[in-house]
């Protein structure tokens, strides 16, 4: 069974930056499956939403709201997914959440996140 772990929230002012990590276990590959990992937000009041994504082509895509901001990474021997953050703003405030789907390799566009890590809270104060 996957578990994932988020750490590395914290509270900082705006313009200032976070790196959020996800550790995971129990992942199991094979010739012909992986995992696409990805991170998401929630604010209260609001709905979950996507903020970065890694694929398991390799490709990667970010909400329109944290491009040019915020870089996604993983660390396959760490078994870790990474967010960073640059630059943050107050609307950034929110609890994180990584997610992750086992998939078929070399597939892009599509991750069927099954897998959730406990959130990590980010508060940036202006």
């Known amino acids: 069974q996957v578990q994932l772990v988020d750490s590395g929230g914290g509270s900082v002012q705006a313009g200032g930056s976070l790196r959020l990590s996800c550790a995971g276990s129990?992942?199991?590959?094979?010739?012909?499956?992986?995992?696409?990992m990805g991170w998401f937000r929630q604010a209260p009041g609001k709905e979950r939403e996507g903020v970065a994504v890694i694929y398991s082509d390799g490709t990667t895509n970010y909400a329109d709201s944290v491009k040019g901001r915020f870089t996604v990474s993983k660390d396959n021997a760490k078994n870790t997914l990474y967010l960073q953050m640059n630059s943050l703003k107050p609307e950034d405030t929110a609890m994180y959440y990584c997610?992750?789907?086992?998939?078929?390799?070399?597939?892009?566009?599509?991750?069927?996140?099954?897998?959730w890590g406990q959130g990590t809270q980010v508060t940036v104060s202006s």
């Open positions: 997610a992750a789907a086992k998939v078929g390799r070399g597939v892009r566009d599509y991750c069927p996140y099954n897998y």
């Open positions: 129990g992942y199991t590959y094979s010739m012909y499956t992986t995992y696409c």
